[in-house]
């Protein structure tokens, strides 16, 4: 709910200044598909992510390390999309075929850094969580919550003016984005974290 909040904060707040606007046939059947999505897109990425690879990644490196690794690999990773139009013809080399299309948004490095800087600091906001707890269940519904607000205010709302430096394409990219996750990351401190007690120190664990 807390990561949910604040984006709708922020988009309510784009409402207002006129950069969106609420669509007038809102689909809002279309929200429990999104809810659904954003559900086990968090729990295949956080499975694999901050359990399975930050796991191996601590075997090691000290926690820190681990975390900022993880999360470079975590934000690298969402770039390499293949196409929206497939191979309609599949060959023994229809997968090297697809390889340099996976690579392509690269060539906008503009885009790459707007979306990248706020992928990897989500991903360190997910990985700190998931250290401190020794759980998944706090990152996978703080992961959850990013996902259902971004989709659903792209959803319901229609783009009207240029943000950029403070957002791109969506809320997910540019120096608003950073600046909401890191509020996020300081309220979720200050409910679930700042008192928890028996988790080792981030520096220390292994």
């Known amino acids: 709910m807390v990561a949910i909040s ?20 809102i689909p809002w059947s279309s929200l429990t598909r999104v809810f659904l999505s954003a559900i086990v897109v968090a729990l295949i990425e956080e499975a694999l992510f ?27 990773v969402h770039f390499l999309k293949p196409p929206a139009k497939q191979i309609s013809w599949v060959t023994w080399h229809s997968g ?17 850094l707007g979306d990248a800087v706020s992928l990897f600091v989500l991903g360190l906001l997910l990985a700190a969580v998931t250290v401190k707890t020794s759980s998944l269940w706090l990152g996978i519904g703080l992961h959850a919550g990013f996902v259902f607000g971004k989709m659903s205010f792209n959803k319901l709302t229609l783009r009207r003016a240029d943000l950029s430096p403070w957002f791109g394409h969506d809320l997910t990219a540019g120096i608003g984005s950073v600046l909401i996750l890191l509020f996020v990351w300081l309220v979720v401190w200050l409910i679930f974290l700042r008192d928890q007690s028996g988790s080792p120190p981030m520096d220390n664990a292994r």
């Open 50 to 76: 901050r359990g399975a690879l930050l796991g191996l990644v601590r075997q090691s490196l000290a926690s820190i390390p681990a975390v900022i690794v993880v999360s470079l690999i975590f934000a690298v």
């Open 6 to 25: 604040f984006v709708f904060l922020a988009g309510f707040g784009l409402v207002l200044s006129g950069a969106f606007e609420l669509k007038h046939a």
């Open 96 to 112: 090297f075929d697809l390889l340099p299309q996976l690579f392509r948004q690269f060539s906008e490095p503009a885009l790459v």
